[in-house]
């Protein structure tokens, strides 16, 4: 077994391998082709998100699906009938990525596996060229994120995360008002996703695995396990051998926007508290409740999630997170329906200009994934690059180890390490074998 300090070198080389993981992405020099052509995709997971991806992004003229992926060949059949009754063409099948790859005329991929697949995935799609859109968050660990920005530096793919509010005119103008300075000095910021579902996720026995699905080749780098239903498909994000619960499902979308509107990435130290306080019984691992506390230096960040709960600060909607910049002379909450100003009182005065309430009219994911093709390209920085995808797959998860660990996390930003080695033996993955964590 490796003693601490060969372990905290080891671990604290993937950040530093990156140069630095938090510059922008704009310093990557792309190499690659203007495109008039179709262009060519595939598709490694083939429900949920990963689905919805390929489909908005098959909106656009000039693009094409010719491959799909997935373990689940009842899955796999139901979505190629779907694309061929769609679009008239049949797309190719496979169960394993790596076949899909190695797909002539395959010019890039979706990824919509569950997280813990997510490296390998979009790793050895980069080394085969392929340009990559990767669903949040981009990794289950912090030190598989890292090596992922490494990994779209050294092959120069175009790499887009599906943090698709990035792309949302209704966000962007919200962060537009923020910028503008009209709220004053921002002291605090908060997120939340008190969701109304989370109820009767009760204990289920293992059982035989279900026909047609290669639950081996699922479970990939995670421990080995029998088949449980609850594990498997939308659920298994409650389990910390795939996912990390709420905090990297809601918490990354709304952490991302917290990022870019206060123009930060990594937090000087975070606290959490929480645990199964509702449903202490049900089949979940990850909490359905929590609160995060972090320190930027200049403003906090207060995370929280609440399952089956169905509320929402600031806004009548139940149960949508959101997020908002709390100033000193004014507020900004924001959800993917609304944005409004709540401005802030002094001698009967308000100290920001009132304004309606600014409305959602379009579709966010439609415009992320026509981003992406024209950054497939023109070769143009797409609108989530993979730093970003890092950032907020990094805060998530510092939140779930400092409630995992009990303890105050402090993270250094420069040597990607953190202050305790609890703490840090949760920064990397173990790595089920015969498979390894990829070389960058």
Request: contains cysteine; proline residues 5%; glycine residues 10%.
């Amino acid at each position: 077994m490796k003693n601490r300090r060969n372990f905290i070198k080891e671990i604290g080389a993937a950040g530093l391998a990156l140069g630095s993981p938090v510059m922008a992405q704009a310093a990557i020099p792309y190499k690659g082709r203007h495109i008039k052509e179709t262009v060519k995709v595939g598709l490694i997971g083939c429900n949920s998100m990963g689905w919805a991806d390929l489909n908005s992004f098959l909106k656009n003229s000039g693009t094409e699906c010719i491959g799909l992926c997935d373990v689940d060949e009842n899955v796999l059949n139901k979505r190629a009938a779907e694309i061929e009754s769609k679009f008239g063409n049949k797309p190719k099948t496979f169960t394993k990525h790596q076949n899909l790859l190695e797909m002539d005329g395959l010019q890039a991929v979706f990824i919509g596996t569950p997280d813990h697949w997510h490296c390998i995935q979009m790793i050895d799609a980069c080394k085969a060229g392929k340009d990559v859109y990767v669903e949040k968050p981009i990794a289950n660990s912090i030190y598989e994120a890292n090596l992922m920005v490494a990994a779209a530096k050294k092959y120069k793919n175009v790499v887009q995360v599906g943090q698709w509010q990035r792309s949302d005119p209704h966000w962007i103008s919200a962060l537009d008002y923020l910028e503008s300075g009209v709220l004053g000095r921002i002291r605090q910021v908060k997120a939340w996703a008190d969701v109304n579902y989370g109820r009767g996720f009760d204990v289920v026995p293992d059982g035989p695995t279900p026909e047609g699905v290669d639950y081996n080749r699922w479970l990939g780098p995670a421990p080995e396990r029998n088949f449980n239903k609850n594990r498997f498909h939308g659920t298994f994000r409650y389990f910390w051998d795939y996912a990390g619960g709420l905090m990297t499902d809601w918490g990354v979308h709304m952490i991302d926007m917290v990022l870019a509107g206060m123009k930060v990435t990594d937090p000087v130290s975070v606290t959490a508290i929480g645990g199964k306080l509702a449903f202490p019984e049900n089949a979940a691992e990850t909490p359905d409740t929590l609160t995060t506390v972090y320190d930027f230096g200049h403003f906090s960040f207060i995370w929280e999630q609440f399952m089956a709960m169905g509320t929402s600060p600031y806004f009548d909607d139940q149960g949508l997170p959101g997020v908002a910049f709390i100033g000193t002379k004014g507020i900004l909450a924001i959800n993917r329906n609304e944005w409004k100003i709540i401005p802030l009182e002094e001698d009967g005065q308000y100290l920001t200009p009132t304004m309606p309430t600014r409305k959602s009219r379009g579709n966010g994911l439609d415009k992320h994934t026509e981003n992406f093709l024209e950054a497939i390209k023109t070769r143009k920085l797409p609108n989530c690059t993979i730093e970003m995808g890092r950032n907020a797959a990094l805060v998530a998860h510092l939140g779930n180890i400092a409630y995992r660990t009990g303890e105050k996390i402090f993270w250094n930003k420069e040597t990607q390490m953190a202050s305790s080695a609890g703490a840090n033996q949760l920064l990397k993955p173990t790595y089920r074998a015969p498979w390894e964590i990829p070389k960058v």
